[in-house]
């Protein structure tokens, strides 16, 4: 079997090619089925990523990294501050209010030249910070109290008005969003240390609306399925489906290692979850058992420490890991990655896509990389 | 004969026996004469005369009878019979012609036969005689007339008087066809007794003549006949060539079959064995023949070739040798012949040896069981089979400048402790990697831990002689409050005097560093270990000379005990019970366990080895493990005995720390050959099922920095991940 027979199909109207049959060497590889297009349009060399049956034909492939953009991004660190990046590589604004290592940062709203951010902290706090960017100006609004532990991860809800944290003291706390001028009420003891904070503290305090308890062990990663749902994974091998309205658990996933980061994809409608058997598992949540694991990508040699679906494509995901590198995905080829990332001198923690496609990562080597990902394909069906 | 019997016989006989001889000599001379007339007569006879008239009817008849087989013998006496005994002169004449004839007749058949036919006058036959017993005749003769039996009236004495005195009588003969009496002549005495002797019957007859050889070796010029050959011996037998037409004819047809070849003969033997049962041939299996006699060699030859000769040295050397050591029991002599051999002088010897051979030397083939020794050895679980357990190295915790002694996890598995020789204290954060907090506490750090009680969050670090309290303040601030509220105590219970423990309050630098208290020990501490409750501390300070060597301190009274009068020898570590009042202290070889409430010695463990270096208590608090300098690890069930229920031996190097998993039936042990080793070892609630005790995974990571590996281990509280802090300044997080 020496030749084949394949049609080529674009969404990309540039590099449409006519609905016929060709007869193809049956050996030829990626370059030379590009080559064999580009002769057909006439055009210059243009490389094509092919996909049969929602494989990719191949993985490898030159890897444009280019530090290059508009948009904002955010990061944390382990300085006990969160700084406002530019994507063009220079801070905007460092953020400095927490008495402790800052563990997660998430914007609540970005409208116009104010918006809002919150910071939590390994000091059990959560701060909420208005950041004026014209003024360059931060303001600290409110402290969320209410935690016993670090809190690891905060999000918010796709609303804006509710966010919620995850704590190493196994709780998840649901918060209201909203900037408002009074404090709550601390239920806490008002004994003598009270005076003390009251001096130190920055905003006005702030309880949980709601908390939410099951965990056995410490909240690693939470995020929003939709406005009423939250997805928590824990250190307990397990991943928990919240309902928001009545506070109760309604799916639990189970794996059999520590899971330290998931992400939703409402695309796809999946969860992707990064454990410390160096495995990222793509979860279905709707499903009711809970025990199923849809497919596994493996590739890190470490824990990954961070998985983001892409919020435009619903096949792609990027992973970080202890071993230094970032990897983005494409589950439709589990085998292997598309691309690994080896910027990072050490170890990875986090990644993150912004709006406008572009990677972000950050690592223990006390460095944030942005990268583009230039994303020309050619579909070709066979 | 009669002379002998004669003179033996008394006197009067003899009287009598004269006058019976004179009769019986008168008859028998008279008889003497007769028959020698008639055996001249027939002598006479020989001659050959041919032609005399025979009555065919005759000749048929007695030819019949000659075929009879009676002896020559017989017939001769029944010949001389005939002539003495028949009284008519007729039958005598009658017979005597008859016998003429009979003899001239043979004559002409066989010229050369001398032997003569019997003589018949009864015409009964060959019957037996008793037929004739009661009548008063015996047969017939040939006119037909009976002949009648002699008138004998002699009895029994007349047969013995006519023993004693005829001196014919040993010649008497009866003739029973006549019933009549026959003296035999000198000449038929001397014929019976040749042919007794075998010899031939005739005196005249030479046996010897010399042979004419008709044929012999010599070559003829003539033929031995003359006579032309047939013409038929030159052509071909037309019978034969008809019988051959007859056999080739049958042949194709198919009637005669060429004999078959017998080919299967071999296959056709009767099986011996065929009904014999395999009980009896396993039983012939199983024996071994007796070992064969070596064959005898050149060198037992009595001229052996000069290769085989021993040499001078060779000779020396079989004389200094054992006898058993000996190659050859003898030494191979040389002699010029056989004649000069002398006797050997090792036959009873070898003859013995032969002996104790054949029956001291067991032939019986052993019954061994032929079994896979690795059949024998119980299934252990797969290590697949009991994950989880820490397998690859995920994180490494690196800062320390120098050798780290001692690592400990905080209760909610968060923070990591680790004390070091560079005289720091540091505090990592397990999930990052993250050095937390930096702590000089200035000096060799031997001992850090964690105050198990979730409810605190304090450090007890042994540095030097002194062992250290510190608040990290790394946890919830209503835990950092009650902590620092533990701390605060009852200062009234002032140091107790016996000890020489002195506590003291950190102030200024330390204060700010999270050093709350220090304990002021006499000598160097070497280990410091909490209690369950998080209260009670115990120090160790080793002194071979000392009773002084243990020291509790409780740490919301400031107060230090010596729980020991006695120095029951150099202690190594020690540990408390996690649930019972219960107090583990390790020496050099055993293990002392304590009830702190009885104030006694409940139980003594012994470790079988020689220097134990480490000990860890399991959690359910039934089973200890000890670690020893010599490689070893010992698993005690304190349930089953005072000895070590296993011991494993898996490390190359001593042993320094083990661990148990406070969750997972974990364990692990850290060496100097820079290896963890973690077992899984589950713990049966059941009495009656032994701990299952399962390596599963060897771990390596760190270098190996003056001859020192893995320093320390611990697990995780809550994950199945283990920590090693090594000699290589790092620590590392196996998950």
């Given at each position: 079997m020496s030749q084949l027979q394949a049609r080529f199909f674009t969404e990309n109207k540039r590099y449409v090619v006519d609905d016929v049959p060709f007869s193809i060497p049956?050996?030829?590889?990626v370059e030379e089925l590009s080559s064999v297009i580009n002769q057909l349009l006439l055009a210059k060399d243009v490389d094509f990523d092919f996909l049969v049956r929602g494989q990719f034909l191949r993985t490898p492939l030159s890897f444009h990294m280019e530090t290059e953009g508009i948009s904002t991004v955010r990061h944390r660190s382990y300085d006990k501050t969160a700084r406002i990046w530019s994507v063009e590589g220079k801070p905007v604004m460092t953020v400095a209010g927490h008495t402790d290592v800052v563990k997660d940062v998430a914007w609540v709203k970005r409208e116009g030249l104010t918006s809002l951010l919150l910071t939590a902290s390994l000091d059990q706090t959560i701060l909420m910070w208005e950041w004026n960017?014209?003024?360059n100006k931060v303001k600290a609004r409110h402290c969320c109290r209410g935690?016993?532990?670090?809190?690891d991860t905060i999000a918010t809800d796709p609303t804006g008005s509710k966010f919620c944290s995850g704590s190493w003291d196994k709780m998840l706390k649901i918060w209201s969003a909203v900037p408002s001028d009074e404090a709550d009420e601390v239920e806490?003891?008002?004994?003598?240390?009270r005076k003390k904070q009251k001096t130190q503290q920055l905003g006005l305090t702030r309880t949980p609306i709601m908390t939410l308890s099951g965990h056995n062990?410490?909240?690693?990663s939470v995020l929003w399925c939709d406005t009423e749902e939250i997805c928590s994974a824990s250190w307990d091998h397990t991943i928990r489906v919240w309902d928001?309205?009545?506070?109760?658990?309604?799916t639990t996933l189970t794996g059999n290692k520590v899971f330290n980061s998931i992400s939703y994809s409402p695309l796809c409608r999946r969860l992707a979850s990064g454990s410390t058997d160096r495995h990222i598992r793509l979860w279905d949540?709707?499903?009711?058992?809970?025990?199923?694991?849809?497919l596994s990508l493996s590739s890190?040699?470490?824990?990954?420490t961070a998985v983001k679906w892409a919020p435009a494509h619903e096949h792609q995901l990027v992973s970080a890991s202890l071993d230094n590198l970032v990897k983005l995905w494409d589950t439709r080829s589990c085998?292997?990655?598309?691309y690994d990332v080896a910027a990072h001198e050490d170890k990875v923690f986090c990644v993150d896509w912004t709006e406008s496609a572009l990677l972000l990562s950050g690592g223990a080597d006390n460095k944030l990389y942005t990268y583009r990902y230039s994303a020309c394909q050619t579909d070709a069906g066979a | 004969m009669d002379d002998r019997r004669g003179n033996v016989q008394s006197s009067e006989q003899k009287e009598e026996m004269k006058k019976v001889q004179e009769k019986t000599t008168k008859r028998r001379n008279k008889e003497k004469e007769e028959l020698g007339d008639e055996q001249i007569l027939n002598l006479n006879n020989e001659p050959p005369e041919e032609d005399e008239d025979l009555s065919d009817s005759e000749d048929s008849v007695y030819s019949g009878l000659e075929?009879?087989?009676?002896?020559s013998e017989e017939d001769e006496e029944d010949g001389s019979d005939g002539d003495v005994t028949v009284d008519s002169e007729q039958t005598h004449q009658a017979e005597e012609k008859k016998n003429m004839t009979e003899v001239k007749r043979k004559d002409d058949e066989?010229?050369?036969?001398s032997s003569d036919e019997e003589d018949i006058?009864?015409?009964?036959?060959?019957?037996?005689?008793e037929w004739y017993r009661?009548?008063?005749?015996?047969g017939y003769d040939l006119d037909g007339k009976k002949i009648y039996k002699p008138i004998r009236n002699k009895d029994e004495l007349d047969d013995f008087l006519d023993k004693m005195e005829n001196p014919d009588y040993w010649r008497t003969v009866h003739?029973?066809?006549?019933g009549s009496v026959i003296v035999l002549s000198d000449e038929q005495v001397e014929l019976v007794n040749r042919l007794q002797r075998?010899?031939?019957?005739?005196?005249?007859?030479?046996?010897y003549q010399p042979s004419?050889?008709?044929?012999?070796s010599d070559v003829m010029i003539?033929?031995?006949?003359?006579r032309p050959e047939d013409k038929r011996s030159f052509i071909p037998s037309l019978v034969e060539k008809e019988k051959v037409s007859k056999l080739v004819h049958a042949i194709k047809m198919g009637w005669i079959k060429p004999?078959?070849?017998?080919?299967n003969s071999r296959g056709t033997?009767?099986?011996?064995?065929?009904?014999?049962?395999?009980s009896i041939l396993s039983k012939h299996r199983m024996h071994l023949p007796a070992p064969k006699i070596p064959l005898p060699g050149h060198?037992?030859?009595?001229?052996?070739?000069?290769?085989?000769l021993f040499t001078d040295e060779e000779r020396a050397l079989w004389e200094q040798q054992d006898p058993s050591d000996r190659k050859l029991p003898y030494v191979p002599m040389k002699f010029?012949?056989?004649?000069?051999?002398?006797?050997?002088?090792?036959f009873i010897h070898e003859r013995f040896e032969r002996c104790l051979d054949l029956y001291?030397?067991?032939?019986q083939r052993k019954m061994?069981?032929?079994?896979?020794?690795?059949?024998?050895i119980p299934k252990l679980p797969k290590p697949k089979d009991l994950q989880p357990f820490p397998t690859v190295q995920s994180l490494v915790y690196r800062g320390h400048s120098s050798l780290i002694r001692s690592i400990s996890v905080s209760p909610s598995g968060q923070w990591l402790a680790s004390g070091s020789d560079d005289g720091t204290v540091r505090i990592w954060e397990?999930?990052?990697?993250?050095?937390m907090k930096t702590i000089q506490v200035g000096g060799a750090v031997k001992t850090v831990t964690w105050n198990?009680?979730?409810a605190v969050c304090l450090l007890a670090v042994a540095l030097n002689s002194v062992v250290l309290i510190l608040s990290?303040?790394?946890?919830?601030r209503q835990v950092v409050s009650s902590s620092e509220r533990l701390l605060l105590?009852?200062?009234?219970?002032?140091?107790?005097?016996?000890?020489?423990a002195v506590w003291s309050e950190a102030e200024g630098e330390e204060l700010n560093q999270g050093i709350r208290l220090k304990v002021h020990h006499p000598k160097a501490v070497h280990q410091v270990v909490w209690h369950a409750k998080g209260d009670y501390l115990a120090s160790v300070m080793p002194d071979?000379?000392?009773?002084?060597?243990v020291l509790i301190h409780q740490l919301s009274r400031r107060r230090s005990q010596n729980?020991?009068?006695?120095?029951?020898?150099?202690?190594?570590c020690v540990s408390f019970h996690p649930v019972r009042p219960y107090f583990f202290v390790a020496t050099q070889r055993s293990v002392r366990i304590y009830?702190?409430?009885?104030?006694?010695?409940?139980k003594k463990l012994q470790?079988?080895?020689?220097?134990?270096s480490s000990m860890a208590v399991h959690p359910g608090g039934d089973h200890v493990i000890c670690g020893s300098y010599d490689c070893r690890l010992s698993w005690f069930d304190l349930d089953l005995s005072?000895?070590?229920y296993k011991m494993l031996r898996h490390h190359k190097k001593a042993v320094r720390g083990v661990a148990y998993h406070r969750v997972y039936p974990l364990f692990a042990s850290a060496s100097d050959d820079g290896s963890v080793i973690v077992c899984h070892g589950t713990v049966y609630n059941d009495l009656l099922q032994n701990p299952l005790i399962v390596p599963v995974k060897v771990l390596r990571g760190h270098v190996m920095t003056h001859d020192l590996g893995v320093l320390d281990v611990t697990f995780h509280p809550t994950q199945p991940w283990v920590f090693s802090s090594g000699a290589d300044n790092t620590i590392r997080l196996f998950t």
């Open positions: 049956a050996a030829s590889e960017s014209e003024r935690h016993t532990g670090s809190v806490g003891p008002p004994d003598r240390p062990e410490a909240v690693s928001v309205e009545t506070g109760g658990m309604k949540p709707r499903t009711k058992d809970g025990s199923l694991v849809l890190h040699t470490g824990w990954v085998k292997a990655p598309l | 075929d009879s087989g009676s002896d066989y010229e050369h036969d006058r009864n015409t009964v036959g060959n019957i037996p005689m009661d009548f008063p005749h015996i003739d029973n066809q006549t075998g010899q031939f019957g005739d005196i005249n007859f030479n046996e004419v050889e008709y044929f012999s003539h033929p031995v006949t003359n004999r078959r070849v017998e080919d033997f009767y099986d011996l064995w065929a009904s014999e049962d395999s060198n037992e030859s009595y001229n052996p070739p000069p290769e085989y010029s012949s056989l004649r000069q051999v002398p006797a050997f002088p090792r001291l030397c067991p032939r061994r069981v032929n079994v896979n020794p690795e059949d024998l397990v999930c990052s990697s993250r050095c198990p009680n979730p990290p303040a790394l946890a919830d105590g009852d200062q009234e219970a002032e140091a107790a005097e016996d000890t020489g071979n000379s000392s009773h002084l060597q729980p020991f009068r006695r120095n029951k020898g150099l202690v190594q009830n702190l409430v009885k104030q006694e010695m409940t470790a079988n080895s020689k220097w134990i005072t000895k070590p």
